[in-house]
């Protein structure tokens, strides 16, 4: 009964613990953090349960008094058991930095570090600030210099440290052989720019005389055509003449013969 009893108590704190955690997700610098929760529950469970019972029979046969052969069997029945069943919850809780200033506060505005982050940096602890890329420092107050720290060479040849970084830059000497190296580029651009410039005019070159090689063959084949048809034309003129000139050598030859 006192089990029990504790059980329905473990309950209800835990659903009123839940309830007052989704009431208190509202506020300033509150964030949500995953929880499990155990709570007790009972279970029917499912056994054998050993049964002894004297074997008279056997007792009867050997004749011991008293008698002590008994025999084991088996009854399947069921109990109660106690298992703890674990559940995750969302629960509130004041954001990295942040503290509540009371105990019954919704919001935590009470910052963790006594003194501002600097340079972008985050309270994350009691006056410890997570510090960007190139700052260090309690409060980020203080510039890396990439370019002197032990082990570590980020250029090849000049290092230049800023606020939070570093730059690289080339020896003078070097800086002459880049400019030489830049201007021969330049140049074979040029060289580049001119040769695909004289390639397009070329290409236009070769498509005005392909079209004019075409009319011109158009013509050729028109001028052709005309004097084709014009000996055709002589030639049935011809053709005509030599016929008439057979019809008027027959009729010569038959007046000859008549007289």
Same mark, same amino acid.
């Given at each position: 009964m006192l089990l029990r009893i504790w059980t329905?108590?473990?309950l209800v704190l835990s659903i009123s613990a839940l309830c007052s955690a989704q009431e208190e997700f509202k506020g300033e610098n509150v964030c949500s953090y995953r929880k499990y929760a155990a709570r007790p529950i009972h279970?029917? =469970?499912?056994?054998?349960?050993?049964?002894?019972t004297l074997?008279?029979?056997?007792?009867?046969?050997?004749?011991?008094?008293?008698?002590?052969?008994?025999i084991i069997t088996y009854r399947t029945t069921f109990r109660?058991?106690?298992?703890?069943?674990?559940?995750?919850?969302?629960?509130?809780?004041c954001c990295r930095g942040w503290k509540k200033r009371s105990p019954h506060d919704i919001s935590c505005l009470q910052s963790e570090c006594s003194r501002s982050c600097e340079n972008g940096g985050e309270c994350i602890g009691h006056e410890h600030c997570q510090c960007p890329e190139g700052f260090t420092g309690a409060y980020c107050h203080v510039d890396i210099?990439?370019?002197?720290?032990?082990?570590?060479?980020?250029? =090849? =040849?000049?290092?230049?440290?800023?606020?939070?970084?570093?730059?690289?830059?080339c020896i003078d000497e070097l800086k002459v052989l880049e400019t030489r190296v830049d201007s021969v580029h330049e140049l074979a651009e040029d060289g580049i720019t001119s040769l695909k410039a004289s390639q397009l005019a070329l290409a236009g070159d070769l498509e005005s005389a392909e079209e004019r090689w075409q009319r011109s063959s158009m013509a050729a084949s028109q001028i052709q055509s005309e004097a084709i048809e014009s000996l055709k034309n002589k030639q049935d003129q011809m053709l005509a003449r030599i016929e008439a000139l057979e019809k008027e050598n027959v009729s010569q030859n038959f007046n000859i013969y008549i007289l």
């Open positions: 329905l108590t473990l279970i029917r =469970q499912k056994y054998e349960r050993p049964v002894h074997n008279l029979k056997k007792c009867r046969e050997e004749g011991e008094s008293p008698c002590n052969r008994t109660s058991v106690l298992r703890m069943r674990v559940k995750a919850i969302t629960v509130p809780g210099d990439e370019c002197t720290t032990a082990g570590r060479n980020p250029c =090849q =040849q000049k290092c230049i440290n800023t606020p939070g970084s570093f730059k690289c830059s």
